[in-house]
């Protein structure tokens, strides 16, 4: 049991065959199964023992603005729509830039480069577009 320093061209590359290398090794699934385990009891534990103090500030509109009970003859405004809208839009269109980004990386083509330029100027063209018609101002 000991470590070769040399290797020839005919030998593979030098392997620790010490006491270290005997044990098992846990599978990949062990430590992500056990901390499962872990999180889970610490949540029923919680919810178990937690302290308990409902009061009528908790259950106020948190962030949006919105009432907590929307009732049937509630409306959202059309400003509500129109930005959720166009963060959809924006937002998908920047999720497909990735794929590009390794497209790009891995071809290192420049034509590949300039479309992914023109796309982006468009985004930017439609981003003006839209800000100047006051899509985007709060109503």
Same mark, same amino acid.
């Given at each position: 049991?000991?470590?070769?320093?040399?290797?020839?061209?005919?030998?593979?590359?030098?392997?620790?065959?010490?006491?270290?290398?005997?044990?098992?090794?846990?599978?990949?699934?062990?430590?992500?199964?056990?901390?499962?385990?872990?999180?889970?009891?610490?949540?029923?534990?919680?919810?178990?023992?937690?302290?308990?103090?409902?009061?009528?500030?908790?259950?106020?509109?948190?962030?949006?603005?919105?009432?907590?009970?929307?009732?049937?003859?509630?409306?959202?405004?059309?400003?509500?729509?129109?930005?959720?809208?166009?963060?959809?839009?924006?937002?998908?269109?920047? &999720?497909?830039?990735?794929?590009?980004?390794?497209?790009?990386?891995?071809?290192?083509?420049?034509?590949?480069? &300039?479309?992914?330029?023109?796309? &982006?100027?468009?985004?930017? *063209?439609?981003?003006?577009? *839209?800000?100047?018609?006051?899509?985007?101002?709060?109503?």
């Amino acid at each position: 049991m000991h470590r070769s320093n040399t290797a020839t061209a005919t030998e593979p590359a030098p392997v620790w065959t010490g006491p270290l290398t005997t044990a098992p090794l846990p599978g990949p699934d062990g430590p992500l199964a056990g901390r499962s385990v872990l999180e889970g009891a610490f949540a029923l534990l919680n919810g178990v023992i937690g302290p308990r103090r409902p009061n009528p500030i908790k259950g106020q509109p948190y962030e949006c603005g919105l009432p907590s009970h929307i009732t049937r003859t509630f409306r959202f405004g059309v400003s509500f729509y129109m930005i959720a809208m166009l963060f959809i839009l924006f937002d998908i269109e920047v &999720v497909f830039l990735y794929p590009v980004g390794v497209l790009v990386h891995a071809t290192k083509s420049v034509f590949v480069l &300039v479309e992914i330029l023109v796309f &982006v100027v468009l985004l930017l *063209v439609a981003l003006i577009f *839209v800000w100047r018609r006051g899509a985007l101002d709060w109503k």
